[in-house]
């Protein structure tokens, strides 16, 4: 049986990495796969929500940045107003939100709170099966969309 789990979702823009940068700072941890990932306590009730940037389908390291600066580096160019070193569209394919440690939370009640956080609406809310997302992922060798694979359960 599958386990939903509440999920806001975010295609990737100049404004949601500004978003980022400017609320957030720099993430928590960064992966080679590409991900950047965020841990914060401003979940409904404090709750602790993982944020977590994902990487575009078959994401390779920029040569110009490392796996640690690459996103402080696109982000601060696109604050001021520039085109970053490496296009964005080679970097990540969107951001999403959910409760890190499993916390029961109503979709819409994560929404609101995820939209106060960042300052921007999600593209899509609602109950997501990350243990099928994550299967295709490790299937493909990281060859398809995470985020496409979400919005695909979050939308009807």
Request: net charge negative; glycine share 12%; charged share 20%.
């Amino acid at each position: 049986m599958a386990r939903l789990v509440p999920t806001c979702v975010w295609r990737t823009s100049p404004a949601v990495l500004v978003a980022l940068h400017e609320r957030f700072g720099e993430p928590v941890d960064s992966y080679v796969n590409g991900s950047q990932v965020w841990l914060r306590d401003d979940g409904p009730g404090g709750i602790t929500l993982e944020w977590r940037l994902h990487p575009v389908p078959g994401y390779r390291t920029p040569g110009v940045f490392g796996t640690y600066e690459v996103f402080g580096e696109v982000a601060r160019a696109l604050a001021r107003g520039r085109e970053p070193a490496v296009p964005l569209g080679s970097l990540w394919d969107g951001l999403e939100a959910f409760a890190a440690h499993g916390d029961e939370v109503e979709p819409a009640v994560l929404g609101a709170a995820a939209t106060e956080a960042l300052g921007l609406p999600p593209d899509a809310v609602g109950l997501a099966d990350h243990e099928r997302v994550g299967d295709e992922w490790e299937r493909t060798g990281g060859g398809v969309s995470i985020v496409t694979l979400l919005l695909d359960q979050l939308t009807p």
